[in-house]
C-alpha cells in the first residue's frame, strides 16, 4: 500500500470520528473520555487474568546480565506473559483499544494534528535513533 493511500485511510478514520463525536466535543471531555478508555483497557487485561484465566502475569526482576550488549538486551527481556487471549478477551480487549483509539483520534482532531503524521513522525524517530531510544 502506498503513504498516500494510508494517509487517506488514517484521514478517513479522523473524518469519521469527527463526524460521530457530538456529545462529547470540550477538550475536557475528550481528555477524560481518553483517561477512562485507557483504564478500562487495563481492566479488560486483568480480567483475562483473573476471571478468565486465560493469560497469567508472572512478575519478576529482569535479570540482565552486566556483559549484555545493546543490541542483545531485548532477549533478556520477559513481557511477564505467559498464554493466550481467548477470544472472548481478544474480543473485549479489542473493543476497549477501538474505544481508546477512537478518543485518541478525537484529541488529534481537537488540536487539528494528523494520527498518521504523528505515526510517521515517531516512526522516523525510531529509525533514526533505534535502540538508543529505549522505552
Do not use: W
Amino acid at each position: 500500500m502506498h503513504c498516500y493511500m494510508k494517509d487517506m485511510i488514517f484521514q478517513s478514520y479522523q473524518d469519521k470520528v469527527q463526524e460521530q463525536l457530538i456529545r462529547n466535543r470540550s477538550i475536557l471531555d475528550i481528555i477524560t473520555k481518553y483517561q477512562d478508555a485507557a483504564s478500562k483497557v487495563n481492566r479488560s487485561v486483568v480480567k483475562a487474568v483473573t476471571s478468565c484465566g486465560c493469560i497469567e502475569i508472572h512478575a519478576k526482576k529482569q535479570v540482565i546480565p552486566e556483559d549484555v550488549s545493546l543490541e542483545n538486551l531485548a532477549e533478556y527481556m520477559d513481557s511477564h506473559v505467559s498464554g493466550s487471549l481467548c477470544t472472548h478477551c481478544r474480543s473485549i480487549i479489542e473493543d476497549e483499544m477501538g474505544n481508546q483509539l477512537f478518543y485518541l483520534a478525537s484529541l488529534a482532531n481537537t488540536l487539528n494534528l494528523s494520527l498518521y503524521d504523528i505515526i510517521l513522525q515517531e516512526e522516523k524517530k525510531m529509525s533514526t535513533l533505534g535502540k538508543y531510544q529505549l522505552r
